[in-house]
């Protein structure tokens, strides 16, 4: 608008000074004009001197609640900013929408500044943000010079976890290698593995103690074995879905249900289909951290259309695997490829308290 | 401020090292700041090649224990042997009654017996059967370890890798210097050619005259607003404590002395402040499905807490 302005008044300037050959309005025209090599001058010497910073710092958030992007603008120069626009962008994975945020600000000669923007989605999943561009005026807002930005970062939506009460059966209690003395509280990959030497106390079998090293410290020394698990249970998250709002309520069931086979002392794999490597991917959990682990996975996980039951691709992998629970975009909850729940979205919290499978 | 000494032990360490200049300086750094040094990566870099080198060249009386789950406590601190003689019990020194420990691959072995080290490691001391006894000074303890999750592993505790003030990646060399170690390798042993270049009073020495060198307050407060902000994170779940503060401020002394400075600036803390402090963060369970690291955070902590003094962009296209 300032530009229009000013190139109107430059024509107008111009035209008065050529009809009239006045000196005044000559040199008036000559320094309107001057002004826009001053103020591109200006915007590329503002431009050079402004360091901005992008991220996303919360790096996770939930579904329909705010999250932050932080940007901080530091100005190298003593002059002032007077219009600063930052052009905010992000792109969720499922939605493949993108959604673009303007920021206007300004900034003091050798000030700092911070600005937070709220994004938040209604959809599980990765969002990446980025700072797409930004785009600098000179003092008096006529000229101004825009710039790319680099800085990007992404911001994970993770999925309602609700409480459950879960029952299962015998078979999804992680089963133990025949090494003796094995330690639960250490997985391993091997149970010929020596993973602690201890002090020897009442019970512990014969077998067990290190003879040489008892000799050495004249106490009794055991050896303590690692744990071999040898999981045959599944969970599996059956990606084909095109409708997204019910993978919301699918990463729900699916996680609150993992968490809770965690608190049963059941040790599983988290399985999905990827159908671009067309494999059936699998990761074995333990703890908490290795759902996170294995929903970060799942987010990679590209969501496709298929006729056939995931239960038997899994088994055409996995063949010796016996054990499993898949939950689906119908919110079924499936127990060795039969239905063994169904739940409907609304309310999903108080239909999934207490499962018995 | 005379660093000489140690651009000379650099250098006799490079000769064995070949194209780890930086994690050199580094290690140099964290020895001359009377820090441990635990260097964290896949077999076969050049990590104990580094560590004996190092020893090497400052001639130090070292001692090397290849950790494995059968190392006792007693073999790090000593034990007490009763002599039939004399009737008594005769203290007999643990591998650590030396100047500088290597602790070989010390994720191999059982907790109990990496904590044998806590004592040593922080107090510079051991104590067996009630006596405490002063380990030799100078006292540096060099540990190896394979990342978490290489087979027959372990995490080292927390309170162990607080005590560790520094640690390293050394990472792949690139292809020219893969070809310099292939070759220096087929010439022979390259610790051979690693001579020794100082003595340990002459460590002690440059360690002194680093704690002498200054920090204005502001950067001690920068120090402190690292960390804070490391313990602020959403992402961690237990920050940097007060003694990675103190190792951060000893570090950027050190690097201020290796740089033949009497003061410290802002560029000594940030260069080495990745070094100090990701080893110490533990990130809360729900970083892993962004796949965020403490790397990620300690990045973006210094990029976001402001230096203390802020040089404009057109006084630094001014400097050489």
Known sequence: MRLTFHIVITIVLGYLAVFYANPIM????????????VGIWLCRATRDDLNILFTAPNYVGAIGEPCTLSLKIENCSDRPVGKIKLYLQYFHQYEKKIYKIPVITKIGGGEMTWLEVQISSDLVGIAECSLHRWQVWDPLGIMSLKEKGLSKATVAFLPEIFPVRLQLPESFVGSEGEGEDTNPQRGGENNSEVFQIREYRPGDRPQSIHWKLSA?????????????????????????????????????????????????????????????????????????????????????????????????????????????????????????????????????????????? | MDSSAALRVMGEVNKAVIGKKECIVKV??????????????????GKTTMAMAFSKAMGLEQRRVQFTPDVMPADITGFSVYQKETGQFVYQKGAAMCNLFLADEINRTSPKTQSALLEAMEEGSVTVDGITRELPKPFVVIATQNPVGSAGTQMLPESQLDRFMVCIQMGYP????EIEIVKGRSAGNPLEQVCPVITAEGLMRMQREAEAVFIHDMLYEYMSRLVRATREHPMVQLGVSPRGTIALARMTKALAYLYDRNYAIPEDVVSIAKDVLVHRIRLASKAKVNQVTADMIVNEIIKKVPQPTMRRKSEERMSP
């Not at chain 1, 000559?26 to 090599?37: A, D, F, H, N, Q």
């Not at chain 1, 699916?254 to 999905?272: H, P, T």
């Open chain 2, 174 to 177: 690139d292809l020219t210097d």
């Open chain 1, 26 to 37: 000559c040199t008036l025209c000559g320094v309107w004009l001057m002004m826009i090599p």
């Open chain 1, 216 to 357: 050495r410290v004249d106490d009794l020394m055991v050896r303590e074995y690692s744990r071999f698990v040898q999981s045959k249970a599944a969970l599996i998250f059956d990606m084909s879905a095109p409708d997204f709002t019910d993978l919301n309520e699918m990463f729900s069931l699916g996680i609150s249900i993992a968490f809770a086979m965690l608190e049963n002392d059941a040790k599983f794999y988290i399985a999905w289909y990827h159908s671009d490597q067309n494999h059936m991917e699998r990761m074995l959990v333990e703890q908490e951290e290795h759902v996170y682990e294995a929903l970060s996975c799942l987010f990679q996980a590209p969501v496709y259309e298929s006729q056939t039951p995931i239960s038997d691709v899994y088994k055409r992998f996995f063949p010796e695997e016996h054990v499993q629970l898949c939950v689906n975009r119908r919110l079924e909850l499936l127990y060795n490829g039969k239905v063994a729940h169904q739940f409907v979205k609304e309310n999903l919290a108080n239909q999934i308290k207490e499962i018995e499978i």
């Open chain 2, 28 to 45: 140099m750094t964290a020895i001359i700041a009377r820090g441990h040094i635990l260097i964290d990566d896949i077999p076969g870099v």
